[in-house]
């Protein structure tokens, strides 16, 4: 477990109360970071304090900080002056007011620190802590960091512990005023309820754990790979997606794609046995999804929905094709794939395949009736 270090020390007030609390970043970058090297020789680059005028390197202590108030003019301000500055929070977050948290927009939002009680605050923490949850509000305070004032929001995060979001003031967030090309053009119901249904189809609950960094991942096996020795095959970007020219076929096949994959992620739970699906109707044995409004169907094999193949994608891993049935199992475009059934030890014969045993209404390989397939239970091997 790494150790957090305080950055700040001061206190929450509001009314009369003070409680002394620490600060702690709560986000860290982990970007990777790149030294700037001369290619011949392989030697990090110096950026030097030089100046043109005296033509020589500046030591840090010849340095100071100016503001620019007319082109080429300057005023300087020495670190003694900035902190003679009176600000009431230089060492307080003094809190102002108390709000819900879905009133503020995330574009106010700058970063995130932990608070933490300090010596003699633990009982006014928790109580400020346990009033905030029982009122549902984030409070709204003012705070001096590193010589720069901050609005911030203060909110019960995980565990019991205190958050606070600095915050924009307004002034800082630009205004949408200067978009020119925000428009508002006829859109058809159709379209409306395509894409409302496409969301719906991609809703799902905010884990955080499921998200990584895929591209400093790729980055960090390129630079491994290359500590080893190992030749890179450099591969060419993808191509750019081109315009959409029809936008309810685009839709269409969005909605599917998300089936395709939600239905998938259906499955793993069911292989580990969590959850076993329903049976198909005249199909012992062989689970399957259940039917979902709509869905096509093919005469004498139960639908399966959410897994029609979107243009271009792969048959699905163990679907086998269906005698008589153009497109089954392929991946084409509005035809609905079977699921195999599972061999079962009991019959080295195949029984997978949707024209063999215990599938009434298809014929079998040779156009002969065969007798139905003893039951397999879900899941047997």
Known sequence: MIVLRSMW?????????TIPVKLYAATESKDLRFNLLHAECQTPIQYRKFCPNCEREIAAEEIVKGYEFERGRYVTVAEEEFESIP?????????VGFVRLDEIDPVYYDKTYYLEPGEGGAKAYALLRHAMEQTGR?????????SKESLAALRVFQSGVLAMETMHFPDEVRSVAGLTGITAPELRPQEVEMATGLIESLTMPFEPSRFDNEYRQALLELIQAKVQGQEIDTEAPPPERGRVVDLMEALRASIRAAEGQRADAQEEPAAAGEAPAAPVPGLPGVPTRPAAPGAPSVPGVAPVPGVTAAPGLPPAPGIRPVPGVPGAGTGVPGVPRATAAPRSPAHPADPGAL?????????????APIPPAEPTLPGSP
């Open 9 to 17: 020390k001061g206190s929450v007030s509001f009314g009369l109360v």
């Open 355 to 367: 024209g063999g045993p215990g599938n009434p209404g298809i014929p079998g390989p040779q156009g």
């Open 138 to 146: 984030v409070a709204i305070a003012r705070v001096v960091i590193r």
């Open 87 to 95: 600000v009431a929070a230089k060492r307080t977050l003094e809190i």
